[in-house]
């Protein structure tokens, strides 16, 4: 019901800068929370950032400071820049979004991923 296609990912080298995008299509009325996760070899999934409709945003301590989530409603994307990149911050990002369906209910999805690598 709600497909996610990230872009944005690649190598950069420490103190570089990454922008990733979002972009969510299919069949439903309005996608509230979006967020970013990203998962490193071995690693769980965690949180990277999160923002709601209304633009509120959360962020891990780690990346505060750092990254900043938006998003543009109009097309259902959203955005992850990624300043000061570390080499910790190598991973795959995931977006994620909560979308409300037509027929009243939610639906959270998962985009495919997207390799971010950042060489010391």
């Known amino acids: 019901q709600v497909q996610l296609v990230e872009s944005g990912g690649g190598l950069v080298q420490a103190g570089g800068s990454l922008r990733l995008s979002c972009a969510a299509s299919?069949?439903?009325?309005?996608?509230?929370?979006m967020g970013w996760y990203r998962q490193a070899p071995g690693k769980q999934r965690d949180l990277v950032a999160t923002?709601?409709?209304?633009?509120?945003?959360n962020y891990v301590d780690s990346v505060k400071g750092r990254f900043t989530i938006s998003r543009d409603n109009a097309k259902n994307t959203v955005y992850l820049q990624m300043n000061s990149l570390k080499p910790e911050d190598t991973a795959v990002y995931y977006c994620?979004?909560?979308?409300?369906?037509?027929?009243?209910?939610?639906?959270?999805?998962w985009g495919q991923g997207t390799q971010v690598t950042v060489s010391s």
């Open positions: 994620r979004s909560e979308a409300a369906l037509y027929s009243l209910s939610t639906v959270g999805s």
């Open positions: 923002i709601s409709r209304s633009g509120s945003t």
């Open positions: 299919g069949t439903f009325f309005r996608i509230n929370a």
